[in-house]
């Protein structure tokens, strides 16, 4: 058995866990993998900021359920990283970051740049750990993959002593890792079935990881044989085709009140996949807790979330995936009683999702804008955004029609669209990727174009500028009507930006200039920004802050 430095045996345990694509801001405490990956074949992307290349490896773990593997320097590189690992826990999403780490015998003398990796992440990782010995590096890492994706999927962090990777060991390679599956019981698919038989008005809400393209196909099947209606969690989209006629919206910032209501009306709900934290369950009014009011069945990987906040009448310890597949066996009642109230709420999510109706103060209006790329993108586009109310114009209006084409923190992150983008374009080059942000969210990492620009991703960037934060200043307005304080922007020209770093940079000001402007940026085949300036009252699709503050006003009088 020939010997290895510790980076060349950590880049070969990648490649055996079937690895092919790392992003990273190079550090001088992991030059001994930076040299590995030199005759590795591994793509690498150079990012331009640690949390850029966090969200992008993060993206990945979305987008293909396996872990997203980042490098990032210690101490100010990991935390820079940081934001990355906060999204890919709250968002249950398979990532691993290897850290550089100072040398071992510099440890506790506040060497530069140290950490003490396990207690500064050790809350927001599912593992934080540091290997000391080279010959161990098959074994953490393999161990690393297994609890990245296991029950839950999150991150994982792990620290490299600079002088452990340089370190030469003789040891045998791990074997490929598999995500361990867990599947309902016989017995449980037995009860579900009498207690959707026994079911008045059902619907099903799918959310969390752990799907595929094929455990949603089967779900699908599933909702047309009971005729059941399915509405999706925050920002999990992608989970069901918003063009079948079984889904009925997602619950998220903004809801649609009648989709609220009838969750509330429901006597059974089959809760697949997701937690039902705060923001889908509209700040934990729908159900009670401990007890919902409702029979509740949850289905969830994860044993620990199973009665964590809702006492379900059917706890089932399975995966999404292997869940779709036992519903196979499943057998409607002979006489659904419940297909009008699918047809209601269906009704009620088309109406909610027509922008044609929608005016709003301005030139610009993004309701048409989004009318417009309903009709132009194509079914497998990928959709990328961080946080901020112009986000509700692509949940509201966007129908996602097929899986793996959302990219969205549901830790409300901001700054993650371009990179996310990013991360989706090199994965996927021959599909379209757009990246939906706000002013104040493109600048947290708009750096990352440049990334875009160095490895020629032609991603569309769609900048909706109100000169604001405008999720604070409408909370603002609610609670301090008119007293404006630190949520004012000046913006720069983010077309001339976009042809600063070498890429194609459109300026709309006007509803009718934006076709034309979307048209020539894909037609540049380089990456875009298209500026769009509307005015700052459009604070969502049916409010403005005039409205917002004149209410508030009034309360308090």
């Not at 966090?54 to 993206?59: F, G, K, L, P, S």
């Given at each position: 058995?020939?010997a ?11 490649l ?12 001088e ?10 005759d ?21 773990g979305k ?5 997203g ?12 990283a ?17 850290v ?22 050790g809350?927001?990782a ?24 296991a029950?839950?999927p999150?991150p ?13 060991a003789a ?20 009860e ?14 799918l959310?969390?990881?752990r799907?595929s ?13 009971f ?6 969690s925050?920002r ?5 085709p918003?063009d079948?006629?079984?889904y009925?919206g997602d619950?998220g ?8 209501a ?9 809760l697949?996949?997701?937690r ?20 509740l069945?949850?289905v ?5 979330e ?13 995966s ?5 597949a036992?519903l196979?066996g499943?057998?409607p009642?002979?006489a659904?009683g419940?297909?009008?109230n699918?047809e ?8 909610w ?5 929608v005016?709003t ?7 048409e804008v ?7 993108l194509?079914a497998?586009a990928?959709m990328?955004n961080?946080a ?21 923190p ?18 996927h ?5 757009v990246?939906?942000?706000?002013d ?13 620009v ?7 960037v ?10 604070i200043?409408m909370?603002?307005?609610?609670e ?6 630190g ?11 976009a042809?600063?770093?070498g890429?194609h ?5 006007r ?5 034309p402007?979307?048209e ?14 509307i005015?700052?009252?459009v604070?969502?699709?049916?409010t403005?802050l005039?409205?917002?503050?004149e ?7």
């Amino acid at each position: 058995m020939n010997a290895r430095t510790g980076g060349q045996i950590l880049v070969d345990q990648l490649l055996v866990h079937g690895v092919r694509h790392v992003f990273c801001v190079p550090g001088e405490s992991y030059l001994a993998v930076l040299d590995a990956l030199h005759d590795a074949s591994i793509d690498i992307t150079v990012c331009r900021q640690e949390g850029g290349a966090a969200m992008m490896a993060e993206a990945h773990g979305k987008l293909t359920g396996r872990p997203g593997i980042c490098f990032v320097t210690r101490g100010p590189g990991v935390t820079n990283a940081s934001p990355g690992i906060h999204i890919a826990k709250q968002d249950s999403t398979p990532l691993i970051v290897f850290v550089g780490q100072i040398e071992r015998g510099m440890r506790e003398r506040e060497a530069f740049q140290e950490l003490d990796y396990r207690a500064v992440f050790g809350s927001m990782a599912k593992w934080v750990t540091e290997i000391d010995d080279a010959a161990r590096i098959p074994e953490i890492v393999a161990r690393a993959f297994r609890v990245a994706t296991a029950g839950r999927p999150g991150p994982v962090v792990i620290a490299l002593p600079e002088d452990m990777l340089v370190e030469t060991a003789a040891v045998a390679d791990a074997l490929p890792y598999e995500p361990v599956e867990t599947h309902p019981a016989l017995a449980q698919m037995a009860e579900l079935q009498k207690l959707l038989w026994a079911a008045k008005a059902p619907l099903a809400i799918l959310g969390g990881t752990r799907w595929s393209e094929k455990a949603v196909e089967r779900f699908v099947r599933f909702a047309e044989r009971f005729d059941l209606p399915v509405a999706v969690s925050f920002r999990r989209q992608m989970l069901f085709p918003a063009d079948h006629p079984n889904y009925i919206g997602d619950i998220g910032f903004g809801a649609n009140p009648a989709l609220v209501a009838r969750i509330k009306a429901a006597d059974t709900v089959l809760l697949v996949g997701g937690r039902l934290s705060e923001v889908p369950s509209q700040s934990y009014s729908l159900f009670g807790i401990p007890e919902p009011g409702c029979t509740l069945v949850h289905v969830h990987p994860d044993s620990g979330e199973l009665g964590r906040v809702y006492r379900p009448a059917l706890a089932i310890n399975a995966s999404p995936s292997a869940f779709s597949a036992a519903l196979e066996g499943l057998q409607p009642p002979k006489a659904i009683g419940w297909g009008g109230n699918r047809e209601e709420a269906r009704a009620a999510y088309l109406a909610w999702s027509d922008p044609a109706p929608v005016r709003t103060p301005g030139t610009l209006q993004m309701g048409e804008v989004m009318a417009y790329l309903e009709e132009k993108l194509p079914a497998d586009a990928i959709m990328c955004n961080g946080a901020g109310n112009y986000a509700i114009w692509l949940h509201r209006f966007h129908r996602f029609r097929r899986f793996g084409t959302q990219l969205a923190p549901t830790s409300g992150s901001m700054g993650y669209g371009v990179p996310a983008a990013v991360g989706a374009k090199r994965l996927h080059p021959e599909r379209t990727v757009v990246a939906f942000a706000g002013d104040g969210c493109f600048l947290m990492n708009g750096q990352e174009f440049a990334t875009a620009v160095q490895y020629d991703l032609p991603i569309v960037v769609i900048v909706v500028d109100n000169g604001i934060y405008g999720t604070i200043r409408m909370h603002q307005e609610r609670e301090y009507p008119g007293r404006v304080s630190g949520t004012m922007l000046k913006n720069p020209d983010f077309a001339a930006y976009a042809r600063a770093f070498g890429g194609h940079g459109e300026r709309v000001e006007r509803t009718e200039e934006f076709a034309p402007a979307f048209e020539r940026a894909l037609a540049s085949g380089k990456p875009a920004i298209i500026h769009c300036l509307i005015d700052p009252e459009v604070i969502t699709p049916a409010t403005t802050l005039s409205a917002i503050r004149e209410k508030a006003l009034k309360a308090k009088q």
